[in-house]
């Protein structure tokens, strides 16, 4: 930080304390967040009886990675500047079961009246060049403090169990290894992506049918609910349909 920020001939502890205060108002907008994801979380399971959201990440960048995130873009080292320019300083990862699961998530927090959708990136649908695949979108949302109300930027990272190891595991990889990577074990990673993504279709079409299967198992037991066998079950439905005719009166 210090070697950064004197290269620029800024006062480096002036700057962490700027940056630290800064910082606050976006770990309020997490904390905001997190509380309206968990919201609908419970609302979906109490509803639908699914929890579309395995587990949810969230993190606040660094004064230090700020800062050479800024100089990296040619940017002035100002808090006005970092705040136009800084989209992804308070980011919330969401995991999915399943690819339908990311787009249900996407839209009820696109819904929200306080949220301001400011970019979409779907690299589900169009994945990068090294397979990698997420939703991305960068909102904007309302915090308020004592004497204001703050709009602040937070980046929503929204994928699949799948997606999410093939990722964690590519950054690992090439984070212990700081030259340039060698094509034959690029072609090996975007390959165990695309591995990832047809397990992921694969995944959801079992899901589906196990789905639907409950469903007409639940629909004929609602139709046969009463004996053991197919000829007594449709007597039992019968008697129970069936409202007794009392007898014709002997004249």
């Known amino acids: 930080m210090e070697e950064l920020t004197q290269q620029y001939r800024i006062n480096p502890k002036e700057m962490r304390n700027d940056l630290k205060r800064f910082s606050l108002i ?5 904390d905001e967040m ?25 993190r606040l960048k660094s004064p230090e990675s700020i800062v050479k995130k800024m100089i990296r873009k040619n940017l002035g080292l100002s808090i006005e500047s970092i705040r ?26 696109e819904k929200q009246r306080d949220i301001e959708l400011v970019e979409r990136k779907d690299y589900i649908k169009q994945p990068k060049p090294n397979g990698y695949q997420s939703l991305h979108l960068i909102i904007k949302i309302p915090v308020f403090m004592s004497d204001r109300v ?7 990272q929204i994928r ?23 094509e034959r074990i690029k072609k ?9 993504a ?30 053991d066998t197919p000829k007594t079950n449709f007597q039992s439905f019968l008697n129970g349909f069936f409202v007794d005719v009392p007898k014709e009166v002997k004249k």
Request: proline share 3%; hydrophobic share 45%; net charge negative.
């Open 26 to 30: 976006y770990k309020f907008a997490l």
């Open 34 to 58: 997190n509380t309206k994801i968990n919201i609908l979380k419970e609302e979906f399971i109490h509803i639908h009886d699914y929890n579309p959201i395995e587990h949810c990440n969230s």
């Open 84 to 109: 136009d320019n800084i989209k992804d300083i308070a980011g919330i990862r969401i995991i999915c079961p399943f690819i339908t699961d990311v787009y249900k998530i996407s839209q009820m927090i």
């Open 150 to 156: 703050e709009m602040v930027f937070v980046e929503l």
């Open 160 to 182: 699949t169990i799948a997606m999410d190891f093939w990722a964690s595991l590519e950054h690992k990889i090439y984070y212990k290894y700081d030259k340039e990577i060698p």
């Open 188 to 196: 090996d990673l975007k390959d165990a992506a695309i591995s990832a």
């Open 198 to 227: 047809e397990l992921d279709l694969k995944m959801e079409r079992i899901n589906n049918e196990v789905a639907d299967l409950k469903v007409k198992d639940d629909l004929d037991a609602d139709l046969l609910p009463f004996n």
